[in-house]
């Protein structure tokens, strides 16, 4: 491994490690380019920080502020991280328990991130960060509803 790929993985694992142990804010914007966006993928019907995008450090702050607002998490944890080089990106895999505040539905959730970094004075920092979730079960907890107690429906 090339200690730029290295560098890729650590850069990512610092981030997840941050989100996984609820770091403060400070310690999370640190990780990103002042010129950074954030998008979740999903209709932004189902809650103001899904479908779309926030630019820059102010941009992220508000991000964090929703995810702050509407969410809650535990025992969050990544894997399977892939790094390339050429790209400057890290797709990553997380896991945790989350929980919609105002109606106190939880659901398991599995998610992706792709992060994108750059080098600033020295230091990769994240360019773009892309979330991709499961916004059904966050719609249904934010309706009070859970996912298993929707009957399935079949063709």
């Known amino acids: ?3 730029h790929y290295d560098s890729l993985l650590q850069a990512a ?3 997840c490690n941050d989100f996984a142990t609820k770091a403060d804010l400070p310690s999370m914007l640190s990780h990103y380019s002042p010129s950074a ?5 999903g209709d932004p019907h189902f809650a103001p920080f899904v479908g779309r995008e926030f630019k820059g450090i102010d ?10 607002r509407y969410l809650t998490y535990e025992n969050m944890s990544f894997g399977e ?3 390339d080089e050429r790209q400057n990106k890290v797709s990553v895999k997380g896991k945790g328990t ?3 505040v105002s109606t106190g539905v939880k659901w398991d959730e599995r998610f ?16 773009r960060y892309q979330v991709w979730a499961d916004t059904g079960a966050l719609y249904l907890a934010k309706l009070s509803q859970r996912v298993e107690d929707i009957p399935a429906t079949a063709e």
């Open 98 to 100: 989350f929980t919609w």
């Open 1 to 3: 491994m090339s200690s």
């Open 81 to 83: 991280y892939f790094a």
């Open 112 to 127: 992706t991130y792709v992060l994108d970094f750059t080098r600033e004075d020295g230091k990769l920092k994240v360019s």
């Open 37 to 41: 966006t954030a998008f979740e993928h």
């Open 13 to 15: 694992e610092s981030l």
């Open 59 to 68: 941009g992220i702050t508000e991000y964090f502020g929703y995810l702050g």
